[in-house]
């Protein structure tokens, strides 16, 4: 993971909870409902992206490192962060309800990129229990570590894989191309797997 951080940062894994040992995130988003500062809508837009949790070296400054965001919407390029490619999105959610009340959740996720990176996921799991939280984090930028956004955000959590619990039924994940196969070379281990079936957020910049 190193040589995706900047100069002078460090992975910060950590060593307990259902992000035990992670230390490359993937998260994919359908962000539903968008709105700029001023509350204006926006057009929805579904996004992939990877961060590491990292930290200055010698320093608890720290949080989530992103690198590499892949972006449905033109528009949202390169984006804040400057990191951001266009990679049209094919999607798609099935949610099964069966007589026993025992929900069953499909997800079909693709993001191609122009500079030929390919992000693939299909999933199949059992929803479980939501437990809903609230978090303030921050997210750094590779490109430009010295800027940051702070994220206060309320969301309901559903731990679908951790070291305690697995309700994967199936899974499977591709990632190649010029950004990711060095990333995902076959020797990679997916170790967590979790739902938010609903989040919203306000973000904020530091105070100058």
Same mark, same amino acid.
């Given at each position: 993971?190193?040589? $995706? @951080?900047?100069? %002078?940062?460090?992975?910060?894994?950590?060593?307990?909870? #259902?992000?035990?040992?992670?230390?490359?995130?993937?998260?994919? +988003?359908?962000?539903?409902?968008?709105?700029?500062?001023?509350?204006?809508?926006?057009?929805?837009? !579904? +996004?992939?992206?990877?961060?590491?949790?990292?930290?200055?070296?010698?320093?608890?400054?720290? %949080?989530?490192?992103? $690198?590499?965001?892949?972006?449905?919407?033109?528009?949202?390029?390169?984006?804040?962060?400057?990191?951001?490619?266009?990679?049209?999105?094919?999607?798609? !959610?099935?949610?099964?309800?069966?007589?026993?009340?025992? /929900?069953?959740? &499909?997800?079909?996720?693709?993001?191609?990129?122009?500079?030929?990176?390919? +992000?693939?996921?299909?999933?199949?799991?059992? !929803? /479980?229990?939501?437990?809903?939280?609230?978090?303030?984090?921050?997210?750094?930028?590779?490109?430009?570590?010295?800027?940051?956004? +702070?994220?206060?955000? &309320?969301?309901?959590?559903?731990?679908?894989?951790? #070291?305690?619990?697995?309700?994967?039924?199936?899974? @499977?994940?591709?990632?190649?191309? #010029?950004?990711?196969? #060095?990333? $995902?070379?076959?020797?990679?281990?997916?170790?967590?797997?979790?739902?938010?079936?609903?989040?919203? !957020?306000?973000? $904020?910049?530091?105070?100058?």
């Amino acid at each position: 993971m190193q040589k $995706f @951080l900047p100069d %002078g940062w460090q992975p910060d894994v950590v060593t307990a909870g #259902p992000a035990k040992d992670v230390n490359l995130r993937v998260t994919f +988003i359908d962000w539903i409902v968008n709105q700029d500062a001023a509350g204006k809508a926006l057009e929805p837009v !579904r +996004i992939a992206h990877l961060s590491i949790p990292a930290k200055m070296k010698g320093s608890q400054t720290g %949080g989530t490192m992103l $690198f590499r965001i892949y972006s449905s919407s033109a528009g949202g390029v390169p984006g804040p962060y400057g990191v951001s490619v266009h990679a049209p999105a094919n999607m798609e !959610r099935k949610v099964r309800i069966d007589p026993a009340g025992i /929900g069953t959740v &499909e997800e079909s996720w693709e993001f191609k990129s122009q500079d030929g990176d390919s +992000i693939q996921l299909q999933i199949q799991y059992a !929803r /479980g229990a939501s437990t809903p939280d609230k978090a303030e984090t921050k997210f750094y930028s590779a490109a430009k570590p010295e800027f940051y956004c +702070i994220y206060r955000s &309320e969301q309901s959590t559903d731990v679908v894989r951790s #070291p305690a619990a697995d309700r994967v039924q199936k899974v @499977l994940f591709k990632a190649f191309g #010029p950004t990711l196969s #060095p990333l $995902f070379d076959g020797s990679e281990q997916l170790i967590g797997v979790t739902s938010d079936p609903w989040y919203t !957020r306000q973000t $904020f910049l530091p105070a100058s």
